[in-house]
Structure formats: structure tokens, C-alpha cells
């Protein structure tokens, strides 16, 4: 990964993902997230309409655009032709790894175990997306995972809303968290983008305003 995805998530902290239904939603979406203060979005290719909303989120410019359930190479090559600038996968594949890596594009794989994280590990990649978060165990699955894991950075996904986000950004670990609960589906499909921006404000609000727990000590589990 490169130094520039890490500094973006660092930045961000918090990553709203998009499962988009339609190419006229990504405008205004993107609009909303970027006016609540989100620095990135991950737009899901879970819909016929993630390429073209890739790219019309992209040329919004005010996000870092990156697609995520990205489960094969050729997905990994479109989302890049259509602008994405990192790629995130509910799981680890040496092919979408591979394909990344020669597009020159982050790729951020899903990892449930320690044996999964160590594939990723083994394949140069130390940033890796804890998927399904919440119900792998959250925060304590993830601190015992970190710690004999010093060189690896967590982006937890899956299950987590506002109220567990300052706790996950307390732990050392975590580079960001990704959620959907910013933009849900039921959100894009009545146009809700004052509610988008709403959520999106107060997650960013949440994650600027966290504080380091002593509990999540990195060596301990
Ligand atoms: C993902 O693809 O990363 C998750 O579906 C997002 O998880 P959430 O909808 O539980 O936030």
C-alpha cells in the first residue's frame, strides 16, 4: 500500500460505504458526504450502477474515491479505468492483490483470522479491512488479532455505527472505520441527502473528537 492511502485514511478516520443504486444518485451523494466533511468513500460494486458512480463520484472531486467488494481482478481493472483510487475486498484473493499491485492502485483485502492476515502480510500488504467487524467480536476481537501483529493496520467494517466509532478509533491499530450507516440503502432510495450530510457531519465530528482509551494497549490482549 502506498504511503498515500494511509495518510488518507489516517486523515479521514472514518469511511462511509456506498452501495449506490443508480449513476444520478452519485452527484448529489457525493455532494452530501463532501459538505458533512467526509474526506473518502468506498462505492460497493454491488450495484450495475458502481462504475459509472465511481467515476461521477471521482470527478466530484471532493473525495477520495476507492470501490470496495471488489472480488476479482477484471472488477479491480474497471473500477481504476473508471477512477477509483484504491480498492477494498471483503476478503483476501492473490489475483485482485496481484492486479492492484501492477495498476499501481492500494489495495485494502478483508480479513476475518489471523491466518488470513498473514497471507496479506506475506503478500506485502499491511493494511487490511477487519470484515464483518461487529459480528467477528469487534473491539476485542480486533485487539487480540493486532497484537501479535505490531506491522498491521485495521480499517474495521461491518456492523458499526456512530455509537461504536470512537471506541474503534481509540485502539492504536485502526487507521479508519467503514460503515454504511452514513448512506444506507434505504437513505439513497428517497434521496435523503440532508440526512446523509447530517450523519455524515456527526461521524466526523465523533472521530476528530474521540479520545485514546487506556484500555486498547497495542501489546496487550
Ligand atoms: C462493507 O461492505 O464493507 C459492509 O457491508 C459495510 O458494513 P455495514 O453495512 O455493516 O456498515
Do not use: N
Amino acid at each position: 500500500m502506498t504511503a498515500d492511502l494511509v495518510s488518507v485514511l489516517s486523515g479521514a478516520r472514518v469511511m462511509p460505504v456506498l452501495t449506490v443504486p443508480s449513476a444520478a444518485t452519485a452527484g448529489p451523494l457525493a455532494e452530501a458526504l463532501a459538505e458533512g466533511g467526509a474526506r473518502c468513500a468506498e462505492v460497493t460494486f454491488r450495484t450495475p450502477a458502481a462504475e459509472q458512480a465511481v467515476r461521477a463520484m471521482a470527478a466530484h472531486g471532493g473525495l477520495v474515491v476507492g470501490a470496495g467488494t471488489v472480488l476479482s481482478a477484471e472488477q479491480a481493472e474497471r473500477a481504476v479505468a473508471a477512477g477509483a483510487r484504491f480498492v477494498v475486498s471483503p476478503g483476501f484473493d492473490e489475483q485482485v492483490v496481484a492486479a492492484c499491485r501492477e495498476l499501481d492502485v492500494p489495495v485494502v483485502p478483508g480479513i476475518a483470522t489471523a491466518t488470513e492476515l498473514m497471507r496479506c502480510l506475506r503478500a506485502g500488504v499491511d493494511t487490511v479491512k477487519l470484515f464483518p467487524a461487529e459480528p467477528l467480536g469487534g473491539l476485542r476481537t480486533l485487539q487480540a488479532l493486532a497484537a501479535p501483529f505490531p506491522g498491521a493496520r485495521f480499517v474495521p467494517t461491518g456492523g458499526i455505527g456512530a455509537d461504536r466509532l470512537s471506541d474503534y478509533l481509540g485502539h492504536p491499530a485502526v487507521l479508519a472505520v467503514g460503515g454504511s450507516w452514513m448512506a444506507t440503502p434505504a437513505h439513497l432510495e428517497r434521496a435523503a441527502y440532508p440526512e446523509i450530510r447530517r450523519l455524515t457531519a456527526e461521524a466526523v465530528k465523533r472521530s476528530t473528537t474521540w479520545e485514546r482509551s487506556s484500555t486498547w494497549e497495542r501489546s496487550s490482549t
